[in-house]
């Protein structure tokens, strides 16, 4: 009996806050009407690119304004603009039918045109801004994996349709052996039309990490941008990130990351200020700005955000930069935790990460993956995160087991590490306080539990050491003897030694810690959680023995007995708690 918490590590990545969400659902709606207005501007603007230099500003221009798709072909067509689509009362079956080949609309898909206008969701400011005019050519990279084939066509299109030319290198499709006949004779064939287009074809699955990898290494532009193959790439979207990285090659810059629809296929936009963070056990997630913060810092819609972590599927990269940093960890397999990866890397080893909100580029966000997984999936997930939290998170990876306590009890073989080790000793790479302290300081990250003497609650006494035996004495919060730590791993620490039940005696002493060990972990149960402060009944439940600690008030010691929960000699207190 090993108490397993539910797995905690999620497989999909979800959306970015949307505060408008229901009115755009809301057909026809005012948010709607809006829309279409806009799009009426913008289609007046026409073909209008403005390649004006600004003269006060030589060698730079303002961002181009590169979109075909302006005035698109057919105005009318479903989808266009952005709008949202209804599937005909006729169709549903269908549609729900092919739902499963993408986890998302598949019929709506096919529906609306490969290249669709979008509205323009650029904050206003963005399109006055200025660029160099010498910006770094990049290599677009895009893996896919049996991706449905109107979306992998409209993520090629919008790349094609909205950036300038010249910045194009190539753009790379990295096949990751997809099994879909129409993603062979038909791709090539498509994409025979566009010579900036090359199609990569792995030959067996390497997942999209080691994919990406494939990709780089084909890669001739002097710029790494990684793109998912169901996206859609707004006006104007690329010159803010190169700008970024022209400006210092070890900033790694992110679009924002907008929605675009899984059931409508509308394209919509998100709230601003949004950071991505993540939370334990290594969640990806992304967190609001406060209004009060933004305010008092006078932040601006068009201001780039510094963020913890990125997302992980839309990003530019200095290419030589990448392969300074040793690329991805190639230990990674499939799917997940290359972005943990890449984010800490980056951070730690003196570059930084960002978001341009000027770069705005639409996503199908899935609430599950639609391709199959080698291997068990969330065990994919967990392996990966595992390498990433042995090679960067030094003692706070104690937070990540914690978290998900059955990540270190499973004993999952995650390959070798010592190559990543070495890599960060090598880059002179800083510490993982030193990135909580200066880049994520609102990342709750106590590295223990709960610390401090361990009082009795019924008797008053505290847990003492004796020549490593564990006895009860009246309380001294300033005796060495009576300081114990309870570590996210649940181990009661003293010093850097471990509080054991010794089997024949039922007494309690100290080992040597071993993280794995199952006799050396403490439940700390109560009826309300972990939330001591709350609480009426506090146990400490050894892992392997079910036994209870329990405090024996005539011989001043410890002993394990059968748990009962109304047993007051058996709840224990510790004079901290961290929140975590
Ligand atoms: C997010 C990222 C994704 C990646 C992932 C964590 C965004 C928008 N997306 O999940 O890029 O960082 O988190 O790993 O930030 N693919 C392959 N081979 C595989 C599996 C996937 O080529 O074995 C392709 C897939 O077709 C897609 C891309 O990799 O184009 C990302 O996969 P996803 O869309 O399933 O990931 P997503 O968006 O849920
Ligand atoms: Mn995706």
């Known amino acids: 009996h090993i108490p397993r918490n539910q797995s905690k590590t999620s497989s999909s990545l979800l959306a970015p806050q949307r505060a408008m969400s229901q009115a ?9 009407s809006a829309r279409r207005n806009m799009t009426a ?35 009318n067509a479903p989808g266009q603009f952005g709008r949202p689509v209804v599937v005909p009362p006729g169709k549903k079956e269908e549609a729900d039918r092919r739902w499963k080949e993408g986890n998302f609309n598949v019929y709506l898909s096919d529906l609306i045109p490969v290249d669709r206008a979008i ?11 200025l ?43 990295v096949d990751d052996f997809s099994t879909k006949d129409y993603l062979k004779g038909n791709l090539d064939k498509y994409m025979s039309q566009f010579p900036k287009v090359r199609i990569l074809r792995l030959k067996e699955r390497h997942g ?30 690329l010159e803010p990130l190169l700008e970024r990285v022209y400006l210092n090659r070890k900033k790694v810059a992110c679009p924002v990351i907008e929605v675009i629809n899984d059931k409508d296929m509308s ?26 913060v933004v305010a008092r810092n006078g932040i601006k819609e068009t201001d780039v955000i510094r963020c913890p972590v990125m997302a992980g599927g839309l990003f530019s990269i200095d290419k030589s930069y990448f392969y300074e940093l040793g690329t991805y960890d190639p230990g990674l397999d499939v799917w997940g935790g290359e972005n943990m990866e890449l984010s800490f890397k980056v951070w730690m080893c003196g570059g930084e990460i960002e978001i341009i909100p000027c770069s705005r580029v639409g996503h199908i966000f899935r609430n599950d993956n639609p391709y199959s997984f080698p291997k068990d999936r969330m065990k994919t997930v967990e392996r990966n995160l595992v390498r990433v939290a042995e090679v960067w998170l030094d003692e706070y990876k104690e937070l990540f087991y914690g978290h998900g306590d059955h990540l270190i009890d499973q004993g999952l073989d ?27 300081p609102d990342l709750k990250a106590p590295v223990v539990r709960a610390s401090g003497v361990l009082v009795n609650v019924a008797l008053g006494k505290c847990v003492s050491i004796e020549n490593t035996t564990a006895t009860l004495e009246d309380c001294d919060g300033s005796s060495q003897l009576q300081q114990f730590n309870y570590s996210w791993v649940r181990l009661i620490k003293h010093g850097e030694q471990c509080m054991a039940p010794v089997t024949d005696q039922g007494s309690l002493r100290l080992q040597p810690c071993d993280n794995r060990d199952s006799k050396l972990k403490w439940l700390h149960k109560s009826t309300s959680g972990f939330r001591p402060e709350l609480v009426d009944h506090i146990v400490f439940e050894n892992y392997q023995q079910l036994l209870c600690m329990e405090g024996n008030f005539s011989q001043k010691t410890l002993k394990m007995a059968t748990c009962n929960p109304m047993e007051p000699y058996q709840k224990w207190k510790f004079e901290k708690y961290y929140e975590g």
């Not at 995650?414 to 994520?440: A, H, I, M, P």
């Open 41 to 75: 501007k913008a289609q007046t603007a026409g073909h209008q690119q403005s390649h004006t230099n600004a003269p006060e500003n030589p060698g730079r221009h303002r961002v181009l304004r590169v979109d075909v798709t302006l005035s698109p072909r057919d105005p």
């Open 414 to 440: 995650v390959g070798n590490l010592t190559q990543q080790r070495e890599l960060r000793k090598k880059l002179k790479c800083k510490s993982f306080k030193w990135y909580l302290d200066n880049v994520f």
């Open 208 to 237: 999209l990490i080691r994919a990406r990898l494939a990709g780089a290494q084909n890669a001739t532009g002097d710029v790494l941008t990684f793109l998912d193959s169901h996206v859609e790439c707004n006006v104007g979207w």
């Open 119 to 129: 509205e323009d969701t650029r904050p206003a400011g963005c399109a006055e801004q």
């Open 131 to 173: 660029v160099h005019n010498d910006l770094p050519t990049t290599s677009i990279i895009m893996c896919f994996v049996d991706e449905v084939w109107s979306a992998l066509l409209r993520s090629v299109h919008s790349v094609l349709n909205r950036s300038p030319p010249h910045l194009i290198k190539e753009i790379l499709l």
């Open 267 to 292: 394209y919509m936009t998100v709230d601003n200020f949004q950071r991505g963070v993540f939370t334990w056990p290594m969640n990806f997630g992304w967190r609001t700005i406060p209004p009060d």
């Open 24 to 32: 755009n659902l809301a057909l026809g709606g005012e948010l709607h």
